[in-house]
């Protein structure tokens, strides 16, 4: 584990640290007093990327009137990415994996495109001028 973080106010931490430096909270990292972040359960799809088809699961961390603040990854806690409410969406594993699946299987078809359209390149002559 890298690093960890304080659920008292979502510092970054390193895991031999015995209190936050933040917020001087004794730290545990096992058992019922456990008080660290040391990996996030997404609770959210976001869409960040205007043009794409790409979402990503995430933790909302904090709401505003017309934002959410998410993390994607235990780091960006300290740093949270804002997110536009119309673009977050409720946690659903079979949808996010039904578009990582054709995602993957549309790059797949565009490598193999590439390839055939290369292998008809390869086949080209140049130009020879006759008098």
Same mark, same amino acid.
């Given at each position: 584990? #890298?690093?960890?973080? =304080?659920?008292? =106010?979502?510092?970054?931490?390193? %895991?031999? +640290?015995?209190? =936050?430096? @933040? =917020?001087?909270?004794?730290?545990?990292?096992?058992?019922? @007093? $456990?008080? !660290?972040?040391?990996? !996030?359960?997404?609770?959210?799809?976001?869409?960040? /990327?205007?043009?794409?088809?790409?979402?990503?699961?995430?933790?909302?961390? $904090? $709401? %505003? &009137?017309?934002? *959410?603040?998410?993390?994607? &990854?235990?780091?960006? /806690? @300290?740093?949270?990415?804002?997110? #536009? &409410?119309?673009?977050? /969406?409720?946690?659903?594993?079979?949808?996010? #994996? %039904?578009?990582?699946?054709?995602?993957?299987?549309?790059?797949?078809?565009?490598?193999?495109?590439?390839? +055939? !359209?290369? #292998?008809?390149?390869?086949?080209?002559?140049? *130009?020879?001028?006759?008098?």
């Amino acid at each position: 584990m #890298s690093g960890i973080i =304080c659920a008292d =106010c979502h510092t970054w931490l390193t %895991s031999d +640290l015995t209190n =936050c430096p @933040n =917020c001087n909270t004794t730290i545990f990292l096992d058992g019922d @007093n $456990k008080n !660290i972040i040391d990996r !996030i359960q997404p609770n959210c799809l976001i869409y960040r /990327y205007d043009g794409s088809d790409i979402l990503e699961p995430a933790v909302i961390i $904090k $709401k %505003s &009137k017309v934002n *959410y603040r998410v993390a994607t &990854k235990l780091q960006e /806690y @300290n740093a949270p990415v804002v997110v #536009s &409410k119309q673009n977050v /969406y409720a946690f659903n594993q079979n949808i996010l #994996s %039904s578009i990582q699946a054709l995602r993957n299987e549309r790059t797949a078809t565009i490598m193999r495109y590439d390839q +055939l !359209i290369q #292998s008809h390149w390869q086949h080209l002559e140049p *130009y020879q001028d006759t008098p």
